[in-house]
């Protein structure tokens, strides 16, 4: 069973745009939430997190969002370039426990000049 | 810096047949992992290291050993290969324990196919 879901396999945004990227959980005790980054051929890179004490959390034209009640967080790139091109996966833990990393299936997110 | 090297690249392996997935870190972390990628699903952890001398399984264990003899060297043995295991396999390493942090560095992913 996914714990973490990421119901979309592809976005496609116009360059300039906003892009947002979508995740879900289902387990209540995950408390540390991550975007990663993977271009083709590369192992994917940390992007950013958030924990689930915030709401929000943001890097440059990186943002993450975080509803713990409706157990969904959010990827916002504001404004997108085509060097954001890439599949984006959503990760999950619980922290407190010392619990591994849950990864989402991941977005393809393509931005077009 | 390197980082995280992974090698081969690409493997193509028969059923039944063995071999070692290597990598190694440069960044002196205490932590490493393996995870495997299957297509259009997310990385699963095989097995994870905090430590020489220390390893432990992850979620999906079943058909691999490791060692970690050295902090830079983290192994990964296949045992008689079967189709299941075709899959991309990703090294990484971190400063702490990557759950804490999230921050795992990895490296560029081998491609092994089992026919």
């Known amino acids: 069973d996914q714990q973490v879901k990421q119901n979309s396999p592809s976005l496609s945004v116009q360059e300039g745009r906003i892009s947002i990227l979508n995740c879900d959980y289902t387990?209540?005790?995950?408390?540390?939430f991550l975007w990663y980054k993977k271009y083709p051929a590369e192992g994917p890179t940390f992007l950013i997190s958030i924990s689930s004490i915030k709401d929000k959390n943001e890097d440059g034209r990186f943002t993450v969002f975080l509803n713990k009640s409706a157990k969904h967080l959010s990827l916002h790139i504001v404004p997108s370039q085509p060097g954001d091109s890439a599949v984006y996966f959503c990760a999950a833990t619980t922290r407190g426990s010392q619990g591994n990393l849950i990864f989402g299936k991941g977005t393809k997110l393509s931005v077009k000049p | 810096n390197a980082g995280v090297t992974q090698t081969p690249k690409f493997r193509i392996l028969k059923i039944g047949q063995s071999m070692t997935l290597q990598c190694t870190q440069d960044m002196n972390h205490n932590y490493m992992y393996w995870y495997r990628q299957d297509p259009g699903m997310g990385l699963k952890l095989i097995y994870y290291?905090?430590?020489?001398?220390?390893?432990d399984k992850g979620e999906v264990p079943n058909g691999y050993n490791v060692s970690r003899s050295t902090t830079e060297d983290f192994p990964l043995r296949l045992e008689l290969a079967a189709p299941s295991q075709t899959s991309v396999y990703f090294c990484a390493s971190s400063r702490t324990w990557g759950g804490s942090t999230g921050e795992l560095f990895f490296g560029e992913g081998s491609r092994l196919t089992v026919l």
């Open positions: 290291s905090v430590g020489a001398g220390i390893t």
């Open positions: 387990n209540s005790m995950f408390d540390y």
